[in-house]
């Protein structure tokens, strides 16, 4: 049985939830092993990766159930493309700041990260 586009949308919502689930909680380990300047990091790390799927999410479902099919593939485009854009933009505003602790940004991002390729474990449709 297909899942109906509310389901896959719900997904996709859970999802960016446990990746920042995931963020404050590398966040909140790094502010127990190291401080809060290294918590910051990783929070912005792991946001990093979660708030671009957002944005990407809002896109990829808008026509999901309305609309052709060749409004869906464009608008799933394009919430790729703003996605990888958004993704540079943010470590390169992140990674201007003078104080910022670069291991726990970047292990953080990819805790995060991998949280979303874990997701065929979790929602299974």
């Known amino acids: 049985m297909q899942p109906t586009a509310r389901q896959v949308r719900v997904s996709a919502y859970?999802?960016?939830a446990a990746q920042v689930l995931v963020a404050?909680?590398?966040?909140?380990?790094?502010?127990l092993l190291?401080?809060?300047?290294?918590?910051?990091?990783?929070?912005?790390?792991?946001?990093?990766?979660?708030?671009?799927?957002?944005?990407?999410a809002l896109f990829a479902f808008r026509y999901l159930t309305q609309g052709s099919a060749e409004q869906a593939r464009t608008s799933f485009m394009r919430g790729?493309?703003?996605?990888?854009?958004?993704?540079?933009?943010?470590?390169i505003g992140v990674m201007r700041q003078d104080d910022v602790v670069a291991s726990a940004l970047l292990t953080s991002y990819i805790v995060t990260l991998l949280a979303q390729w874990s997701a065929v474990?979790?929602?299974?449709h």
């Open 14 to 16: 859970q999802l960016i």
């Open 24 to 31: 404050a909680l590398m966040s909140l380990l790094f502010l």
């Open 34 to 56: 190291q401080g809060a300047q290294a918590a910051y990091s990783a929070l912005q790390g792991g946001l990093i990766a979660a708030l671009p799927n957002l944005v990407f």
């Open 80 to 91: 790729h493309a703003l996605k990888i854009l958004l993704t540079i933009g943010l470590f």
């Open 121 to 124: 474990f979790f929602f299974k």
